[in-house]
T-cell receptor, first 119, second 109 residues
Framework: GAVVSQHPSRVICKSGTSVKIECRSL??????MFWYRQFPKQSLMLMAT?????????EQGVEKDKFLINHASLTLSTLTVTSAHPEDSSFYIC???????????????FGPGTRLTVL | RKEVEQDPGPFNVPEGATVAFNCTYS??????FFWYRQDCRKEPKLLMS???SGNEDGRFTAQLNRASQYISLLIRDSKLSDSATYLC??????????FGGGTRLMVKP
């Protein structure tokens, strides 16, 4: 399958700092990437859809000023958690659509995730 | 009613058993359906897409029942390594997937 990487895999930071997470599609181009958040023992919740060259689309209840998304190229999307607080501690996972591979166009491939702990 | 629902389990089965999970969805206009596998503290990995005619991949069989609005995943001859959480995902419109809460499977020796 298509390969998606995320960096960093784990981050621990103090309350009030900003954390940047990168999501890269390694062997394909992705005009659309997605950012999810998963709390322990819960399912993935879509935070936002990242569109290359345009503004991200945020899900209801997700603060766009707190979770800044930039999708400047066809292989890279970044999520910045600004002024992180302990309640932002979670598993953040990105995914990307491979529009040219076989199978349904909306097949999403996930990055390995970033575990954020805010102290 | 949630858009996508799964029995959280856990389903505890012995090695070699056959086990099946269902996933119900509320939007009759849903377009695409998928099963993902997620191991503890890892990202979901695509297991298989679910096609209208049903599809099989080795020990795994996926079915779609549009009339009753559910998809199913059947695992035959369960292995210890099948222990994981199985997430269904539905695409209703556009690019977005909506995930179920996952069904946890534990295969015991």
């Amino acid at each position: 399958g298509a390969v998606v990487s995320q960096h960093p895999s784990r981050v621990i930071c103090k309350s009030g700092t900003s954390v940047k997470i990168e999501c890269r599609s390694l062997d394909f181009q992705a005009t659309t990437m997605f950012w999810y958040r998963q709390f322990p023992k819960q399912s993935l919740m879509l935070m936002a859809t990242s569109n290359e060259g345009s503004k991200a689309t945020y899900e209801q209840g997700v603060e766009k000023d707190k979770f800044l998304i930039n999708h400047a190229s066809l292989t890279l999307s970044t999520l910045t958690v600004t002024s992180a607080h302990p309640e932002d501690s979670s598993f953040y996972i990105c995914s990307a659509r491979d529009e040219w591979r076989g199978g349904p166009m909306d097949t999403q491939y996930f990055g390995p995730g970033t575990r954020l702990t805010v102290l | 009613r949630k858009e996508v629902e799964q029995d959280p389990g856990p389903f505890n089965v012995p090695e070699g058993a056959t086990v099946a999970f269902n996933c119900t969805y509320s939007n009759s206009a849903s377009q695409s359906f998928f099963w993902y596998r997620q191991d503890c503290r890892k990202e979901p990995k695509l297991l298989m897409s679910v096609y209208s005619s049903g599809n099989e991949d080795g020990r795994f069989t996926a079915q779609l029942n549009r009339a009753s609005q559910y998809i199913s995943l059947l695992i035959r001859d369960s292995k210890l390594s099948d222990s994981a959480t199985y997430l269904c995902a539905i695409n209703n419109a556009g690019n977005m997937l909506t995930f179920g809460g996952g069904t946890r499977l534990m295969v015991k020796p």
